[in-house]
Every structure is written in C-alpha cells, then in structure tokens.
C-alpha cells in the first residue's frame, strides 16, 4: 500500500524558520515532521510519494529513494494549486487504496491502522473548545456530508484533520475549488463530492498535533517527550 504525503508549500507562518527550510524538514524532537510520519506508518505501506515543491531538493536529497525500508517516489508541485492539485499530479502512480497525510502535521500509527481498517475515511478531532477550522458535518451513520474549511467551531464538533484513506477512484471526479472561482483546488472539497456517491466514514483520532507556528514547536517537543 502507498502513502502520499503533501509536502510542497512553503510554510509562510513558520516566519524565518521556513526561509533557507521547507516546513516539513523542520525538527520537532528528534524528527522532523515528515520523519515523525514515515515512523508512524505501518508494515503494509511500503511505499511513500513525497509531493515537493518550496526547496524540494532538500527533501530529495535527506529522504533518498529508500528510507526506513520504505520506497520513496517524488512528484515536484510546480504550481502550488492546492491539496487536491498536489494528489492529483500523483494520480499516474497510485493503485488502490492509499492514505493520504498533510506534510506539517504529526500523526499515529494507532489512527493509521485505524484508517485502513476503515477503507474511505476522514481521520477526525471532535473539539474540545470553541474556534476556527475545517468543520465536519455528518450524516447520521457518521459518513461525512460536508466540510467547511475556515469556519468557527463549537464545542463538540468535528474538525478535519487531515489524513485521509482514498482510493483511485477519486481520479474519476473533477477537482473542486477552495472557493467558487478559485485556482487553488481542495482535497476536502474534492472528497466530499466523491461522498455524495460513497460512504466515507469518519475515523476519530487518538493523536494529532498540528505545527502552525514557531511557538508550537517547543509546546510539542514538551507533549512527545512525556509520551515517549
């Protein structure tokens, strides 16, 4: 099985740490981001395509054609057209099912086996407080009916977090953008046209810590630390 992981934007809230740096080479710990997902991936993923962009060499040249006994494939993002425009350039190279993951976000394996269990399904966090993200709205069965990127959020709402477990028959479907009219094309968005014609469920997480700023780096090597 493969993985797509996204890691071609530059990162631009990241400020200085992200001007000689593509954000997914930033340490956190140990790792840096995009290692802290390749650790996390299980035995039946043996391949992982690494969409690059901003500084993508640097990614090449750390990561190789093999790492951590997993294949590594790149597919260079030249226009950054968004989520779904990056997994679209990979569509020649996917068989099956395969999972998806954001570049700058730290994962676990628990909710990865979680996902492939699952097949179709949307790796979800039901708030704990109030603010702004990607907001999940379900059916009654929990297969999702919309999402809405940028919104507030209520206490107990589901919120997008970006893991994802498709399979190529997304490639049937048009892209959709972001926003009416918009070059950037969405993978949220994309998906939940597939959902109208495919149950994909949603897949509560047990871990996901995201990297949004400069500030959140020592606030999460603190939290990986005290799990280790």
């Not at 990056?86 to 099956?96: E, N, Q, S, T, V």
């Not at 094309?185 to 994309?190: E, I």
């Given at each position: 099985m493969q993985a797509v992981i996204l890691a071609a934007g530059r990162g631009?809230?990241?400020?200085h740490l992200t001007k000689d740096t593509p954000k997914p080479m930033i340490n956190v710990g140990k790792m840096n981001l995009i290692e802290w997902k390749i650790e996390a991936l299980p035995k039946e993923i043996d391949e992982v395509v690494l969409?690059?962009?901003?500084l993508g060499e640097q990614i090449r040249k750390h990561f190789g054609e093999k790492f951590e006994g997993k294949k590594i494939t790149y597919i260079e993002q030249k226009e950054l057209n968004g989520t779904g425009g990056a997994l679209f350039l990979a569509k020649?190279?996917?068989?099956g099912k395969f999972l998806v993951m954001m570049g700058d976000d730290i994962y676990s394996k628990e909710d990865i086996v979680s996902m492939i269990e699952n097949g179709w399904s949307v790796l979800a966090k039901k708030a704990d407080e109030e603010g702004k993200g990607a907001k999940i709205v379900v059916n009654g069965d929990n297969?999702?009916?919309?999402?809405?990127?940028?919104?507030?959020?209520?206490k107990g709402d589901w919120n997008n977090a970006g893991m994802y477990v498709l399979s190529t028959e997304i490639?049937?479907?048009?892209?959709?953008?972001?926003v009416v009219g918009d070059k950037e094309f969405g993978l949220p968005q994309?998906?939940?046209l597939v959902a109208k014609d495919l149950p994909i469920r949603i897949v509560p997480t047990k871990r996901w810590?995201?990297?949004t700023s400069p500030e959140d780096i020592p606030k999460l090597e603190k939290l990986l630390?005290?799990?280790?």
């Amino acid at each position: 099985m493969q993985a797509v992981i996204l890691a071609a934007g530059r990162g631009t809230r990241m400020n200085h740490l992200t001007k000689d740096t593509p954000k997914p080479m930033i340490n956190v710990g140990k790792m840096n981001l995009i290692e802290w997902k390749i650790e996390a991936l299980p035995k039946e993923i043996d391949e992982v395509v690494l969409v690059v962009g901003y500084l993508g060499e640097q990614i090449r040249k750390h990561f190789g054609e093999k790492f951590e006994g997993k294949k590594i494939t790149y597919i260079e993002q030249k226009e950054l057209n968004g989520t779904g425009g990056a997994l679209f350039l990979a569509k020649d190279i996917l068989k099956g099912k395969f999972l998806v993951m954001m570049g700058d976000d730290i994962y676990s394996k628990e909710d990865i086996v979680s996902m492939i269990e699952n097949g179709w399904s949307v790796l979800a966090k039901k708030a704990d407080e109030e603010g702004k993200g990607a907001k999940i709205v379900v059916n009654g069965d929990n297969t999702i009916k919309e999402i809405i990127e940028g919104t507030e959020i209520k206490k107990g709402d589901w919120n997008n977090a970006g893991m994802y477990v498709l399979s190529t028959e997304i490639f049937n479907y048009p892209l959709v953008p972001k926003v009416v009219g918009d070059k950037e094309f969405g993978l949220p968005q994309t998906i939940v046209l597939v959902a109208k014609d495919l149950p994909i469920r949603i897949v509560p997480t047990k871990r996901w810590l995201q990297v949004t700023s400069p500030e959140d780096i020592p606030k999460l090597e603190k939290l990986l630390n005290h799990k280790a």
